[in-house]
């Protein structure tokens, strides 16, 4: 009973840690690697170094045809929401957005790679990413405040809410953003390692869209009951000249399906443990001199020795 206990522990551990993910290696810079193995470092600067140091080779990796995954109609529905604005500045007919909410769908398959799609995805570590058509709903409030110009200063006067409603299609940017967290250095099969977990999510981004349809609903300001000014066709053009601004920041996007194909493409779960030997080089060495992580790991590299603890087994560099 206890062996049996023991192998079913076992085969849970190998679950839990990917050792089929198509990185056979990385190299690290000295820095890199002191900084990585360093317990003064913290847990989200290990993170955020561990990522941008992985995201040049899963770049490089779904450049490859054979790493491109097919997105199909159906895998994204786009559910965002969006921070209030204020759209218009004028005095007389001050405008903001309201708590807008946006849903659509893709109207036609994609291909799902790197380096082929041109979006901008300024502060993320997205390593994949595709352009895709789809249709896109925004549902908000609007509130409009009417004021008059008085010496320069905008007075106070009549105010209205009410809902709008923006119908559009165009081009969408999808992105795998990449993270590993839980980063550190570690001794597996006599190889020093960076030790991970794989996390991905998908982003989405607003590139280019047509908004067909603009419609204000009750957006008739009344005075003492009387209808005194319709500001509806003025807002759903202005809107509508506006509708970019909601959408020109990237957004999470819950798309499980991709997600899967993502983890069918990797052979490695959302969350699994990943280990990648690692090599080490100078300023000083050529490619073709980099040490190997076999034995002693990095001995040999300028400056740098390991050995290893027998209680803690952890890497110092001395």
């Known amino acids: 009973m206890r062996s049996m206990a023991l192998k079913m522990f076992v085969a849970a551990g190998l679950l839990a840690t990917s050792r089929a993910f198509p990185?056979?290696?990385?190299?690290?810079?000295?820095?890199?690697?002191e900084t990585l193995n360093s317990s003064s470092t913290s847990a989200a600067d290990k993170e955020a170094l561990a990522t941008n140091l992985l995201l040049p080779?899963?770049?490089d990796l779904f450049r490859q045809a054979d790493f491109s995954i097919t997105i199909d109609v159906g895998d994204i529905d786009f559910d965002a929401t969006f921070p209030d604005q204020q759209v218009d500045y004028d005095c007389l007919h001050r405008i903001w957005v309201q708590h807008p909410e946006a849903s659509g769908s893709m109207e036609h398959s994609s291909t799902l790679s790197f380096g082929f799609a041109n979006v901008s995805w300024e502060g993320l570590t997205v390593f994949a990413d595709a352009e895709?058509?789809?249709?896109?709903?925004?549902?908000?409030?609007?509130?409009?405040?009417?004021?008059?110009?008085?010496?320069?200063?905008?007075?106070?006067?009549l105010w209205k809410q009410f809902s709008l409603d923006i119908l559009s299609?165009?081009?969408?940017?999808?992105?795998?953003?990449?993270?590993?967290?839980?980063?550190?250095?570690?001794?597996?099969?006599?190889?020093?390692?960076?030790?991970?977990?794989?996390?991905?999510?998908?982003?989405?981004?607003?590139?280019?869209?047509?908004?067909?349809?603009?419609?204000?609903?009750?957006?008739?300001?009344?005075?003492l009951d009387i209808p005194i000014i319709s500001l509806c066709g003025f807002i759903e053009e202005h809107v509508q000249d506006a509708a970019d601004k909601l959408t020109s920041q990237a957004e999470h996007i819950e798309a499980p399906k991709l997600l899967q194909k993502l983890e069918d493409k990797l052979n490695t779960a959302i969350g699994d443990e990943v280990v990648i030997p690692l090599k080490l080089y100078n300023n000083d060495q050529q490619d073709d001199e980099v040490p190997s992580t076999?034995?002693?790991?990095?001995?040999?590299?300028?400056?740098?020795?390991?050995?290893?603890?027998?209680?803690?087994?952890?890497?110092?560099?001395?």
């Open 23 to 33: 990185i056979e290696s990385l190299t690290v810079g000295p820095d890199d690697l």
């Open 57 to 59: 080779a899963m770049q």
């Open 132 to 157: 895709v058509d789809a249709k896109l709903e925004i549902n908000t409030g609007a509130l409009v405040k009417s004021g008059l110009d008085v010496f320069g200063a905008c007075t106070p006067g």
């Open 169 to 223: 299609d165009g081009h969408t940017g999808v992105g795998i953003d990449l993270t590993a967290s839980n980063a550190h250095i570690a001794l597996v099969d006599s190889a020093w390692s960076l030790v991970f977990n794989f996390h991905a999510d998908v982003m989405g981004k607003m590139i280019h869209w047509n908004v067909d349809q603009v419609t204000a609903d009750n957006c008739v300001i009344h005075f």
């Open 294 to 318: 076999s034995g002693s790991a990095f001995e040999g590299a300028t400056g740098f020795a390991s050995k290893r603890s027998s209680d803690q087994g952890k890497l110092f560099v001395v």
